[in-house]
Structures are given as structure tokens and as C-alpha cells.
């Protein structure tokens, strides 16, 4: 059974960093498409960043450029770098797994992931 644990969150000032960290069991990050998604305002889940098996990362145009997303296999976690955030970032992120083809942003948001975390809630301030 895939499980996912997020962790890192918490309160940052805008303009601020803040890492995003998730420790996955019952698989390995070289599976499968590893995603992180985020709570949108309304519901449902916009796709943040996915981490192909290969190692190639796709990013949300809102995101790209001040978020870096990562995979260490030997740790079996994958990351996310969140810089000069700002207050649109602030919600609650989730650490997945997308098991279908394609691995990018906009499959995960349209067609979804199969496995999720709790999440972790980031707090912006202004």
C-alpha cells in the first residue's frame, strides 16, 4: 500500500522560501510519475510540478521559475523548493502518484492522481 507523508509547511512571509518535503512507502519515487498538487480556492486540485520517471520535471506556468521540484531515489522523498512565494501560493499541498501516462502538470490537474498524502498547509503573509 502506497503511502504518502508531507511535511514542512507552515507560515512564510511573501517574498519568503519554504521547502516541502514527502516521504513515500510501499513504493519507490522511480515507479511511478510523482506529482505535488494544491488545494485550489473553489475545490479540486491544480497540478503544481510532476517528477517523470526519467527525472524530467514539468511546472505550472503560475509556479515556473520559483519553484523547484526534486527526487531523491536513494531516500525514497521527493521535494519542493517554493521561492518567492507569494499569497496565491498559500494552500494546502499534496504529495501524489500519477500511475497513467502522460506525466505532466496538465494530466494530473485534468485526468488526476491515484495516490495522495494528508497535505501540508502553507500559510502565506503579507
Known amino acids: 500500500q502506497v503511502h504518502l507523508a508531507e511535511s514542512g509547511g507552515g507560515l512564510v512571509q511573501a517574498g519568503g522560501s519554504l521547502r516541502l518535503s514527502c516521504a513515500v512507502s510501499?513504493?519507490?519515487?522511480?515507479?511511478?510519475?510523482m506529482a505535488w498538487v494544491r488545494q485550489k480556492p473553489m475545490g479540486g486540485l491544480d497540478g503544481v510540478a510532476t517528477i517523470d520517471i526519467d527525472g524530467s520535471i514539468d511546472y505550472a506556468e503560475a509556479v515556473r521559475g520559483r519553484f523547484t521540484a526534486y527526487k531523491d531515489s536513494k531516500k525514497n522523498m521527493i521535494y519542493l523548493e517554493m521561492e518567492r512565494v507569494k499569497p496565491d501560493d498559500g494552500t494546502t499541498y499534496y504529495c501524489a502518484t500519477r500511475h497513467r501516462r502522460p506525466c505532466s502538470v496538465e494530466a494530473a490537474t485534468l485526468y488526476g492522481i491515484n495516490d495522495w498524502g494528508k497535505g501540508a498547509l502553507v500559510t502565506i503573509s503579507s
Open positions: 510501499g513504493t519507490t519515487v522511480d515507479s511511478y510519475c
